[in-house]
């Protein structure tokens, strides 16, 4: 048990040991490069906090000049700064994976191969003379993708895991968003690993790193399959303490795998923090720092930090348009217990408008009368480079000041010319100027977008032992094509949210073929079957489509 302390880990005036290159030995014989810093503790032993990835070790990150920690000679890519946690008597180890930076062999990112190989260096740098034994894993993205894979693995000296904006499911987090291949990021990202090792100083090197096929085998399994499960998390796996973050900012890749981590993980101690701001400020700030040190002073050292005596779940509860961080509250569990599930139902007034305005208004009664409206699948221009695409249904202004936090689905009927259709989803904040409300993106970027939600039609499939009332779990195994005309019901998970919609604001919600207002670097490839077809939506009667909103009312 921990012992009783009312103190963190005080910074205190170690020497820092530098081991560059260390070669770490795997089962199979291959060898892993890692670095270690370390506090000269004479005989004092540490714990260490660890990360792998293909980011390359030794490559400098240059720090933005508003980070609240400063521009160092270690600072390296979504994790942690030696500098600020060795003195306060930590060692941290950087591990380039197989196949990149200085590590030799077959490059295979976010594979269930470099779990294995992450297990094999927990377990060693855990039996060297200056660590106590304990390890964890910190780190954001990338870094905290590979904490949820070790961990269905349990290697014994793992004692705790803070995934730090990660994807978890491969398939439905990061490659298929809804069944739609999300090519934007992944090609980018791909592409640029390549020309940073090709291109960059592994080419002296590791000329043969990160040679893969990677964008070929995503696109070659687009349905879900063991392909995926292998390199995905296993929930009923992970019994290690979990501290899952998201970020409001992360409904394009990251925050699902953080909420279900949370409800998912079969750990006995998890807890969840959801925040806002760009993808690496919260990470590196004071605060941020702190509760990381609290974690892991907590599981790695027995200090009794107090963080386990507080409510499980953290969260930033966003009011509009600030560009600074909300304040945090915290909550019982997740989704809040207090939720009251809200259907507002999707009305048609009008045919599409090329204006901007809304086509229809969402209600809280269901409409008696069934309606319909049509929008074109594809703009009529192949050249297409953005604009709106598709139709909108918004709320009348708030009476009240009304908070929406969780999870949310659009249920919704639809039918197509084609055997297929996408419904891409984008919840908005208008206020009362008629203008969107934008909060502060991954990027640190105004996005004029609370969340979305995808779900292309033929992967309507509903796995029912996973499903739940506010979040559907589509199996997207096989294709249910669709038959010209004939309406479908479809339940289109849109990814969790906070945010409290003023007096006099509107909820709209956008439903469209293709990405819509704050999409970002996050597109979507968009199939052949979209080519001069005709989409639509159905309402009200027999056909009644809606908005599933999580409304949290006051404590």
């Known amino acids: 048990m921990p012992e009783k302390s009312g103190k963190l880990s005080q910074a205190k005036d170690y020497k820092l040991i530098v081991e560059k290159d260390v070669r770490i030995p795997l089962r199979d014989g291959a060898l892993l490069y890692g670095d ?45 700064n030696p500098l600020w946690w060795c003195p306060r008597g930590y060692a941290l180890l950087r591990v380039d994976s197989r196949g990149s930076g200085k590590s030799p062999g077959k490059s295979e990112p976010s594979s269930y191969q470099e779990a294995v190989d ?7 740098v855990a039996k060297q003379p200056w660590c106590n034994g304990s390890v964890g894993t910190l780190g954001i993205s990338y870094h905290a993708n590979f904490q949820w894979r070790v961990a269905g693995l349990q290697p014994p000296s793992l004692k705790a895991i803070m995934p730090w904006e990660g994807r978890a499911d491969q398939y439905r987090d990061q490659a298929y968003h809804g069944g739609i ?3 934007g990021f992944i090609a980018s990202w791909h592409h640029m690993q390549i020309a940073h090792h090709l291109l960059g100083e592994p080419a002296a090197y590791n000329p043969d790193a990160f040679n893969n096929n990677l964008l070929w085998e995503y696109m070659r399994h687009n349905l879900d399959s063991d392909f995926w499960r292998r390199c995905s998390a296993q929930w009923d796996k992970i019994t290690v303490p979990v501290y899952s973050v998201g970020n409001w900012g992360g409904f394009a890749m990251h925050l699902r795998g953080n909420t279900e981590g949370y409800m998912r993980a079969a750990s006995a101690n998890k807890k969840l923090r959801i925040h806002t701001g760009s993808h ?59 939720t009251r ?3 507002m139902y999707l009305q048609p007034q009008r045919e599409g408008s090329s204006t901007g305005e809304a086509e229809g208004r969402l209600v809280l009664e269901a409409p ?7 929008y074109p699948a594809s703009p009529q221009s192949r050249h297409f480079h953005g604009g709106r695409t598709g139709v909108s249904f918004e709320t ?34 208008i206020g009362p100027d008629g203008k969107d409300v934008c909060e502060l993106g991954q990027r640190g970027e105004p ?25 559907p779990y589509h199996a997207h195994d096989e294709r249910q094509w669709l038959t010209s005309g004939e309406a479908v019901e479809c339940q289109v998970e849109i990814w969790p949210t906070s945010m409290v919609f003023g007096k006099g604001h509107k909820i709209r919600l956008d439903i469209g073929p293709r990405d819509g207002v704050g999409t970002g670097h996050f597109t979507h490839y968009h199939a052949d079957y979209n080519d001069g077809a005709q989409n639509t939506i159905h309402a009200g009667g027999d056909k009644a489509s809606y908005l599933l909103l999580p409304v949290i009312p006051p404590k």
């Open 280 to 338: 690496y400020h919260p990470f590196h700030s004071e605060e941020g720092r702190l509760e990381q040190l609290r974690w892991f002073d907590h599981w790695l050292k027995g200090v009794d930090t107090g963080i386990m005596d507080e409510p499980r779940v953290k969260l930033e509860i966003r009011t509009g348009g600030s560009k600074q961080r909300y304040p945090f509250r915290f909550e019982d569990d997740w989704p809040i217990a207090r």
């Open 447 to 471: 996005v004029p977008c609370v969340t979305k939600g995808w779900l292309r039609a033929s992967h309507r499939k509903l796995d029912p032992q996973k499903s739940l009332p506010y979040r």
């Open 118 to 124: 992450t297990y094999d260096c927990i377990e060693w």
């Open 396 to 429: 009348a202004p708030m009476a009240q000041d009304t908070e929406v936090t969780g999870p949310l689905v659009l249920n919704i009927w639809v039918s197509s010319t084609s055997k297929d259709m996408d419904i891409m989803a984008t919840l908005r904040n």
């Open 181 to 183: 291949f999300a090519m």
């Open 36 to 80: 270690i810093f370390r506090p000269d503790g004479g005989s004092e032993r540490f714990p260490v906090i660890m990360t792998t990835g293909p980011y390359m070790k030794d490559k400098l990150w240059i720090v933005p000049e508003d980070l609240e920690e400063p521009q160092n000679e270690y600072m390296n890519w979504e994790t942690a």
């Open 368 to 374: 008696a009368a069934t309606a319909k409206i049509t």
């Open 341 to 343: 599930w809200t259907k």
